[in-house]
């Protein structure tokens, strides 16, 4: 669902539409060309089929994102952010809160290579993003640091967090990206990562959203669930919260 300015008076304040994978913007099925009239969901290949909308994953039985294998070719769903989405989004000043919510549906592997990455600030001229989040076979969650692709993220006791198939567990990941300063924070269930700041990965412009479910390889695909996508300005307009 996308945020759109309230007609007339006060443009600041915006509506929140959550990408929350609800209808009636989003039904059982493909991801792919689902959305709103504004902005939908492209795909890479165009015969991908691996995300998809399915009911009762969510917390209270609500609808969610469900990953699922794919054999050969990795496939990435990209969500073109507009300013319907975002009114008043400045490539070269904003700042963009954002959140995602996920599960782990299906036990882990011991293989570290990535299962599944999530890019935010993505710019298609460029070939890269602002941030970018691997989630591994292995349940470990790494993120971009400015000089690393792959820095572990830690828990609350400085441990190195591993993602676990539990019903009951949805781990939150949030964090801001300054495109003035051209870095980002991040916070995996309320833990903040990194030293400080963290470099964009390129001097992107863009809000973007990329979706990567990378091909198995050898080792098997880990599904997970999504409920929740969220990109917010500073000023309140938005595109994803939580309702």
């Known amino acids: 669902m996308l945020g759109l300015c309230l007609a007339g008076a006060l443009p600041a304040l915006a509506q929140p539409f959550p990408i929350t994978f609800a209808a009636p913007e989003y039904t059982e099925g493909n991801l792919k060309g689902q959305g709103s009239s504004e902005t939908r969901w492209s795909a890479y290949p165009s015969s991908a089929a691996s995300l998809s909308i399915a009911d009762g994953l969510g917390p209270g039985g609500k609808s969610a994102l469900l990953t699922a294998p794919v054999e050969e070719r990795t496939e990435a769903y990209t969500f073109k952010t507009s300013d319907a989405d975002l009114p008043g989004f400045d490539g070269s000043s904003s700042k963009v809160d954002f959140r995602i919510r996920l599960h782990v549906k299906g036990e882990q592997g011991t293989a570290g290579t990535s299962n599944f990455i999530i890019q935010i600030g993505y710019d298609a001229q460029l070939g890269s993003s602002a941030a970018q989040i691997k989630l591994s076979r292995s349940g470990r969650v790494k993120y971009n640091n400015g000089t690393s692709e792959n820095e572990p993220t830690l828990d609350a006791d400085s441990n190195t967090l591993v993602l676990r198939n539990d019903p009951e567990e949805w781990t ?27 470099a964009f990965r390129a001097p992107v412009e863009s809000a973007a959203l990329r979706l990567i479910n990378v091909a198995k390889e050898e080792a098997p695909h880990v599904p997970l669930a999504f409920d929740l996508l969220s990109l917010t300005l500073a000023d309140g307009n938005e595109i994803g919260a939580n309702h």
């Open 172 to 198: 939150e990941i949030g964090g801001r990206l300054d495109y003035a300063a051209k870095t980002w924070t991040l916070s995996v269930n309320g833990v903040p990562q990194g030293a400080g700041p963290l």
